[in-house]
């Protein structure tokens, strides 16, 4: 489709629209398919802020955050509520870009720490050239489309460029260089000699990570992600003069080149199997032999025996107490990796010859190398000293393999946990040759029976260390809702995922309008399933606000003093209300289909005079809504209206001198008393208006006949006046406003109509929830409960032939030696994003899950666990800080992994609301111990 032309601008800058808002939506959207179906590595893409994106979007009609802008609903019986949106001013990035920026070194660069779709956006060079042309403003951040992932390539946009510093070496000044982390050295050196007016074949680049001396970066085609440099490192810059370096820095006198003697601290030299001699952290290859003598090995012998390493004299430094280096937002990595490699059963593995075992034929590994980065890694951990590592080689390996986690922004380290735990199984899988295998049904064969067959089935093909001791077997029970056909497999697992209580269910408060006017509107709290659906509130509410029979509730959400949409289908998901949201329910006859539901909304005469406001700004109170019966015209409405607005009548009715004939006289008022049929006057200068109760409400019809408007447009609030004698077709939605003058406020108290509360007020429960505590048990009860699958998640019924609904229960039947809980603390949807602070109590010894396995013998193991790591989380979405627990299983003793900084930590300490991932083992059952019982302190191995 050929795209309008837009050149015919406003001259000297200035910002013109040569399209009409539905227009530039259909041309962006456009452009970005056209974008996206041809992506290869090296396209432009231009960062621009997302409050001004945002703006564009609300400008052209599209769907956003209906929290922050007006609500756009996809309902064919929703109303729109969106009021017209001016066009946005100039492109704005300053909320974006750092101020003070060396744009002579490169691009701009952005604030660290931005999110994608929160802080900004990303757009095609094309839209962004059209964007430009009609809005004009920046400044301009465009970015390079690069590859990244060795196994599953993917496209990524690289928002921020490798920042390098640079010392020179002669005067030790510094610059910033910034390249992408595709860039080649021979590209580094290039952008160096330039920045300093040197001859590349004068100078030398040196990684210079922490101000030492690692290795020459050579000239040549190597990426400057496969040489390991970080964001934000040093590197160093020497020139040669005269033909010679300078002295000191790695040649003689001659110009000979000598051997780089590292700075760092010394540590002891320890030779172990797969490889690497450790002197100063460092390996080299990887086919030594395990030297059985060595402080290390007989440490981890001493280990798996509980033998208490403090009494052998020879062992007066330990390993496993290194900190790892924070290389840029990775507290994530390091907090994973420290549960990982003081996990008993894994230390032992990868500190012996493990090569035979490494897969590199596997498609779906990593060929190897990232269980020899794993085990290089943990052996550099485990040597003696407390030296912080760079996890540099791991970081980098991990980027190539899981480009998800490359760059330098926060992650989650369950979802690396993952990664890693799935990875390293499939380096390190036995089967080379995976036969295929169809599985069967259960066909009502006993429980145990079908297990075994299944665990069988998943060790054919799958067999390593990672399922030797990370995987357990659970039953999973499917139940179709229609033909109660029952499909029981069982199915492997590497962790379990447990909810919080308070993520299973929610409370929420909507109030009820009863469309009849007997009853003042009243809120009601009720609780329903997070995952639940519309009639399940519905249900609730009925049963709250006492129902009958004869009635239904009819749902709706009310935004900006007018109904948003009605919550119909009564299985709309409940994940669609937020916290935030005015939920209302209208109690309505259920035989309201064959009636003609009236809808009211409120308009402020007096504030409209006094400030001089327009259409859809006199929009106040909350909409009611009700019905009409019978005869269907303007009187109908009348008694609708009236009827509707009777539980909000003053019981005491004070006249005002505009309702004696629009005279003043004097000071006197009156008051109608309704509970009886008697005149109450109140006496004072001047004449007195005193009347009965028919009078009133014949003045009540009179005044609110003539201030009754049919609504002709939602959107600008177009009305034309109700007339009695006004026809209004039967069966119809029918939209009226209610003009209100001092008359009746002085008749109507509409305090009840102003205020509707929240659905969940979140500030409170978030101070609720700190305070209370759950129990790791009730956790776990919330993750076995049987519940419904979702309906995007359908189950195929054998016996239907259909997609069914079913019903999904779990339970525990096979437990690993290593159980790894990750507590669900994180919520997503697509527009509310939360972390839970919930304490969660779980034990330190004795975890006795014994009847929560379902298989009778347990395989003849024990079922009671010991802590001894803890993934710890701190503060909230978009940023927090990640650090580690872990226990030293032969000293005992607990402590705190914060990164580089490794300090001791009291037991009684570990519990704090951070928890996030919790690392148990299994407990040894000693000789004459029965099952469901321990022996403190002994890992199954």
Same mark, same amino acid.
């Given at each position: 489709?050929?795209?309008?032309?837009?050149?015919?601008?406003?001259?000297?800058?200035?910002?013109?629209?040569?399209?009409?808002?539905?227009?530039?939506?259909?041309?962006?959207?456009?452009?970005?398919?056209? %974008?996206?179906?041809?992506?290869?590595?090296?396209?432009?893409?231009? *960062?621009?802020?997302?409050?001004?994106?945002?703006?564009?979007?609300?400008y052209t009609g599209q769907d956003v955050d209906p929290h922050l802008f007006d609500k756009h609903s996809t309902d064919s019986q929703s109303l729109i509520?969106?009021?017209?949106?001016?066009?946005?001013?100039?492109?704005?990035?300053?909320?974006?870009?750092?101020?003070?920026n060396d744009t002579k070194c490169g691009?701009?660069?952005?604030?660290?720490?931005?999110?994608?779709?929160?802080?900004? $956006?990303? $757009?095609?060079?094309?839209?962004?050239?059209?964007?430009?042309?009609?809005?004009?403003?920046?400044?301009?951040?465009?970015?390079?489309?690069?590859?990244?992932? &060795? $196994?599953? #390539?993917?496209?990524?946009?690289?928002?921020?460029?490798?920042?390098?510093?640079?010392?020179?070496?002669?005067?030790?000044?510094?610059?910033? @260089?910034?390249?992408?982390?595709?860039?080649?050295?021979?590209?580094?050196?290039?952008?160096?000699?330039?920045?300093?007016?040197?001859?590349?074949?004068?100078?030398? @680049?040196? &990684?210079?990570?922490n101000k030492q001396k690692h290795e020459i970066l050579e000239d040549s085609n190597k990426t400057l992600e496969k040489s390991e440099l970080q964001m934000d490192q040093d590197i160093l810059l020497e020139v040669q003069v005269d033909g010679f370096w300078p002295s000191g820095f790695g040649m003689d006198s001659t110009g000979n080149e000598l051997a780089l003697v590292s700075i760092e601290p010394s540590r002891s030299s320890v030779t172990i199997a797969g490889g690497p001699t450790l002197s100063n952290g460092h390996s080299t290859s990887y086919g030594s032999s395990f030297y059985q003598g060595s402080t290390l090995s007989s440490g981890i012998a001493d280990m798996e025996d509980g033998y208490d390493i403090s009494r052998t004299a020879a062992k007066a430094e330990r390993g496993g107490l290194a900190g790892l280096q924070n290389l840029g937002n990775t507290c994530f990595m390091n907090s994973a990796i420290q549960c990982l490699v003081h996990t008993p059963p894994l230390v032992k593995y990868f500190l012996q010859d493990y090569t035979d075992e490494i897969n590199r034929q596997n498609p779906l590994g990593l060929h190897g190398e990232l269980a020899l980065a794993f085990g290089e890694l943990l052996r550099k951990l485990w040597s003696s000293g407390r030296t912080a590592i760079a996890p540099r080689a791991f970081k980098g390996k991990l980027a190539r393999f899981a480009p998800q986690f490359s760059g330098f922004n926060q992650h989650d380290s369950q979802e690396l946990l993952a990664f890693l735990l799935d990875g390293l199984h499939e380096d390190l899988n036995r089967v080379k040759q995976k036969p295929y295998i169809e599985t069967n049904d259960s066909d009502g064969r006993p429980d145990e029976e079908v297990a075994e067959e299944c665990w069988r089935y998943h060790k054919a093909r799958n067999d390593s260390i990672i399922v030797d001791v990370c995987q357990g077997q659970y039953k999973s029970t499917l139940v179709c809702p229609i033909c109660n056909k029952i499909s029981i497999t069982f199915d492997p697992f590497m962790y379990l995922s447990l909810p919080l209580p308070s993520t299973v269910t929610r409370t929420m408060t909507v109030?009820?309008?009863?469309?009849?006017?007997?009853?003042?509107?009243?809120?009601?709290?009720?609780?329903?399933? /997070?995952?639940?659906?519309c009639k399940d509130l519905g249900q609730a509410l009925g049963t709250a606000c006492c129902l009958r029979s004869d009635e239904s509730l009819l749902l709706a959400e009310v935004y900006d003093h007018r109904i948003y949409r009605y919550l119909v289908s009564?299985?709309?998901?409940?994940? @669609?209300?937020?916290?935030?949201?005015?939920?209302?329910?209208? =109690?309505?006859?259920?035989?309201?289909?064959?009636?003609?539901?009236?809808?009211?909304?409120?308009?402020?005469?007096?504030?409209?005079?006094?400030?001089?406001?327009?259409?859809?700004?006199?929009?106040?109170?909350?909409?009611?809504?009700?019905?009409?019966?019978?005869?269907?015209?303007?009187?109908? @409405?009348?008694?609708?209206?009236? =009827?509707?607005?009777?539980?909000?009548?003053?019981?005491?009715?004070?006249?005002?001198?505009?309702?004696?004939?629009?005279?003043?006289?004097?000071? %006197?008022?009156?008051?109608?008393?309704e509970s009886t049929d008697s005149c109450v006057t109140h006496s004072g200068p001047g004449n007195q208006l005193m009347m009965d109760n028919a009078e009133q409400e014949e003045i009540s019809f009179r005044e609110l006949t003539f201030q009754l408007c049919f609504i002709t447009d939602d959107r600008e609030?177009?009305?034309?006046?109700?007339?009695?004698?006004?026809?209004? /077709?039967?069966?119809?939605? $029918? #939209? *009226?406003?209610? &003009?209100w003058t001092y008359k009746e406020h002085e008749?109507?108290?509409?305090?009840?109509? /102003?205020?509707?509360?929240?659905?969940?007020?979140?500030?409170?429960?978030?101070?609720?929830? =700190?305070?209370?505590?759950?129990?790791?048990f009730s956790c776990l009860d919330a993750f076995l409960q049987e519940e419904p699958l979702g309906l995007d998640d359908m189950w195929y019924c054998p016996g239907c032939k259909e997609h069914r609904q079913a019903t999904k229960k779990l339970d525990l039947w096979r437990l690993p030696d290593i159980l790894v809980f990750h507590l669900k603390r994180f919520s997503y949807s697509r527009y509310l994003k939360n972390k839970l602070d919930t304490f969660v109590n779980f034990p330190i010894h004795n975890l006795d899950l014994s009847k929560y396995v379902k298989c009778k013998d347990a395989f003849g193991q024990s079922l009671v666990y010991e802590l001894y790591a803890i993934s710890n989380h701190y503060g909230g979405l978009g940023g927090g800080h990640y650090s580690a627990y872990a226990k030293l299983i032969d000293e005992n003793r607990w402590y705190h992994f914060d990164d580089a900084h490794v300090s001791p930590v009291g037991e009684a300490d570990i519990k704090t609301s951070a928890a996030y991932v919790l690392f148990y083992k299994r407990v040894k059952v000693e000789p004459n111990v029965g099952l469901g019982e321990s022996s403190r302190g002994q890992v199954n191995s």
């Open positions: 489709m050929t795209i309008p032309d837009s050149g015919n601008m406003m001259e000297n800058g200035a910002i013109g629209i040569p399209f009409s808002p539905e227009e530039e939506k259909r041309i962006v959207t456009e452009l970005t398919n056209k %974008a996206e179906s041809n992506l290869k590595e090296g396209n432009l893409y231009y *960062v621009i802020s997302n409050r001004w994106f945002t703006s564009w979007q609300k509520l969106s009021k017209t949106v001016d066009k946005p001013g100039p492109i704005d990035n300053s909320d974006i870009v750092l101020n003070g691009d701009l660069e952005l604030r660290r720490a931005l999110q994608e779709g929160c802080d900004y $956006v990303l $757009v095609p060079r094309l839209v962004w050239e059209k964007l430009f042309d009609w809005y004009k403003g920046g400044p301009t951040l465009p970015r390079k489309l690069i590859s990244q992932g &060795d $196994v599953n #390539k993917q496209f990524n946009v690289e928002v921020y460029p490798l920042c390098l510093k640079l010392i020179d070496s002669r005067d030790n000044s510094q610059s910033i @260089i910034r390249l992408s982390k595709k860039a080649s050295l021979l590209e580094l050196y290039e952008s160096v000699c330039a920045l300093r007016g040197i001859e590349p074949d004068k100078a030398r @680049i040196w &990684d210079y990570f109030t009820v309008f009863y469309s009849n006017g007997s009853v003042l509107p009243m809120p009601y709290t009720v609780t329903v399933q /997070k995952n639940g659906f009564p299985l709309e998901q409940l994940s @669609i209300i937020k916290d935030d949201d005015h939920i209302v329910a209208y =109690r309505l006859p259920k035989s309201q289909a064959e009636l003609t539901r009236l809808e009211i909304c409120h308009r402020d005469l007096e504030k409209c005079s006094s400030d001089n406001l327009k259409g859809s700004e006199k929009i106040f109170l909350t909409p009611l809504v009700t019905y009409l019966e019978n005869s269907q015209t303007g009187a109908d @409405i009348d008694l609708a209206v009236s =009827r509707v607005l009777s539980p909000l009548r003053r019981k005491t009715y004070f006249s005002s001198s505009k309702l004696n004939g629009g005279k003043e006289n004097g000071s %006197a008022s009156e008051a109608i008393d609030l177009n009305c034309r006046p109700i007339s009695k004698d006004s026809l209004v /077709k039967p069966g119809q939605l $029918v #939209k *009226v406003v209610l &003009d008749l109507y108290d509409a305090s009840y109509l /102003k205020d509707l509360p929240v659905v969940h007020k979140t500030g409170l429960t978030v101070k609720k929830t =700190r305070q209370e505590a759950v129990s790791l």
